[in-house]
């Protein structure tokens, strides 16, 4: 998604030049291309896919709608499988139309994931409910914290149900690295972008370049690793000024980014 | 500052008018108009000030710097004093350009309060923390949650320093009904605004009228009420919206939503 304007085929191109071996998925692209077209382009490139975004959107109250949510996601999770990755992202979904109901949404979401945690684990598929920044708290994720995220992924399996570390959405919470070592092995995967101001209307693409913003990438790396987390580090950047610019030059910068503001030593030259 | 579009003058003769014997004053419209002019001007129409925002940016490193925002909140507890208020809202400041270190900024909020606390005090007035939604951590206000603004709070005693809840930063946070309970004789006013999307560019300015958005004012004046907060209810809504229509019918709209959703029980006519 941090290079949206390339097609996949250009993506992988690219991830081939630029020695990147692991890619984050979502699922609009892939239906772009084609499920099956993916999977054999991803496979040809030599890449693994870290992640598919994104399932979710679980807090519909109606019968009708709760069931089209569910065979959703079960429809996610098949996909996953195919493009041979073990993790479907979920966005929770915001608060129904009227409703001020935040606990209840959140309760539907556990419902719904006693449901999908054993369909998701016969296809090999873990389920990580990422929290959003509470900004997106009314209209996109009731799941605010990773606190909450992990009172409801509690309930499963860790292989059934884990949670999203993505730095834009818990650099805030001085509670947040407590609970990233609560987390554990439920630690599903650890996303970067960096927070930057002013936030642009609507604020979901305001995310900043790893670099640029309030973030500080080593320091939750740190705690991510201290809780266990050995997996792939995914980059996700929402941000129109990114995907004006020419893809593979912001997939280059990104790649170095990320090692300038992630893994070589503060001080490196 | 709900309804900026009056001068002070037109604020007395309304709130006389519509029979709202409390307000909440900003510094800089009392600059405008004149602080000892102000005074009387409340004074004679018998208006109570509940509260003066704001004090804070308290975050700044450089001592020159940190000595000025001194400086100017013993000039806003001096203004306070004179207002014929107890109590002044702080809003504690952003990071500083280019610092990513949330806890120090936290801390120097800290260091600060053990002179202006004393300094209050002797003037008569209580600082109150106000936790800012976490949409503002980088740019406005470190303090992100009740918890952390009571962390900071409970340093002092409960007369020089206690909290602003509001319910526009904290109805997405789980955790704030039991802070509120800790809070108990700290909360020293109590604010409401509605979250309403989509946000606007920047988002300051994007509070919803009461009724409009996401959050169940009648339970947050529960949270309050039980952990034994008598004082006066603030309404403060920044939304560029109200501020371009005719600032009477606003103040009216106002009071009207607020006996409606937050006083009236939820079936009234």
């Known amino acids: 998604m941090t290079v949206k304007q390339l097609s996949l085929p250009e993506l992988a191109d690219a991830c081939t030049d630029l020695g990147i071996r692991n ?13 099956e077209a993916t999977a054999e382009l991803v496979r040809d490139a030599g890449l693994t896919v870290t992640t598919l975004c994104r399932g979710g959107f679980l807090t519909a109250i109606g019968t009708k709608e709760r069931a089209r949510a569910l065979e959703d996601n079960r429809r996610a999770v ?3 499988a195919t493009l041979g990755t073990d993790t479907l992202v979920l966005v929770s979904g915001g608060l129904p139309a009227g409703s001020k109901d935040l606990r209840g949404a959140r309760e539907r979401i556990a419902d719904a994931l006693a449901e999908l945690g054993p369909y998701a684990e016969r296809h090999g598929v873990r389920l990580a409910i990422e929290p959003l920044h509470p900004m997106f708290a009314s209209d996109r994720c009731v799941v605010s914290t990773l606190a909450q995220a992990l009172d409801i992924a509690e309930r499963f399996p860790a292989h059934q149900v884990g949670v999203t570390v993505d730095t834009y959405h818990v650099w805030w919470d001085d509670t947040a690295p407590a609970q990233i070592a609560r987390a554990g092995s439920r630690i599903h995967t650890f996303q970067l972008a960096d927070w930057t101001t002013p936030l642009p209307h609507g604020v979901l693409n305001g995310r900043g370049q790893i670099g640029e913003g309030a973030v500080d990438m080593r320091e939750w790396k740190g705690y991510v690793e201290a809780a266990g987390y050995t997996g792939a580090i995914e980059v996700e950047i929402f941000n129109e000024d990114l995907w004006a610019r020419d893809g593979r030059e912001v997939l280059s910068q990104t790649a170095s980014r990320f090692l300038q503001h992630a893994i070589q030593p503060p001080d490196a030259p």
């Open 78 to 80: 098949d996909e996953a």
């Open 23 to 35: 890619v984050g998925l979502w699922r609009e692209p892939v239906r772009a291309h084609g499920l």
